[in-house]
């Protein structure tokens, strides 16, 4: 068993997956910036870096896989993409299913939507073993996705569901305690890191 985790860890970093994934996280990456067109343009410009929460996690990400393409690496680029990921990509899945039992329906988009944000999540699960942020990292990202929280539900921002508008308190509550699991998962991470590196 030990030995397949091996393998499977040696192969996430083979570097022609790392470009694959890096071309399929940077599609998803542009599709959603392209997804929430509609909402950015009746969006204050001071919250437009607020709105597409989905997109600029997996942003985080495609930044992380190039630079571990050229051999590098970026703490805080892993601790924002490891949190974000996780938790947008869990919220949307909640999202799409709690519309599906509202309507009874939600279509291959909204099917399609659930398979790649689970993907998501799954993916920044998958390269744990890889992640070399510190506590400073993982705090930076803990007050960019409360601050996110903030300003989505507090000022309004929120991706427009505009189904599941009479549960907006209720989904508000949620997100917040998602991000908090999503934190403590980070400093968890962070426990399992060399001691050398926790602090970057």
Not at 68 to 87: C, D, M, N, R
């Amino acid at each position: 068993m030990l030995f397949t985790i091996q393998k499977l860890s040696a192969w996430l970093m083979f570097r022609p997956f790392l470009i694959l994934l890096f071309i399929v996280n940077l599609a998803g990456t542009i599709y959603g910036y392209i997804w929430y067109g509609w909402q950015l343009e009746i969006t204050e410009p001071k919250f437009l870096i607020f709105v597409p929460d989905s997109p600029t996690a997996s942003l985080f990400f495609t930044i992380v896989l190039g630079l571990w393409i050229i051999g590098k690496k970026s703490a805080l680029f892993e601790a924002l993409a490891f949190v974000t990921l996780i938790k947008y990509g869990l919220w949307a899945v909640a999202m799409n299913l709690l519309t599906l039992v509202e309507t009874g329906s939600i279509g291959w988009i909204g099917w399609m939507l659930v398979v790649s944000h689970f993907a998501m999540a799954l993916q920044a699960v998958l390269y744990i073993d890889h992640y070399r942020f510190g506590w400073l990292s993982a705090a930076i990202a803990a007050v960019w996705t409360l601050h996110n929280d903030v300003i989505d539900y507090v000022f309004g921002q929120m991706p427009i569901y505009s189904r599941l508008d009479m549960y907006t308190a209720q989904i508000g509550y949620f997100t917040f305690w998602l991000s908090i699991a999503c934190i403590l998962f980070a400093f968890f991470v962070v426990s399992l890191n060399k001691p050398t590196k926790r602090f970057s």
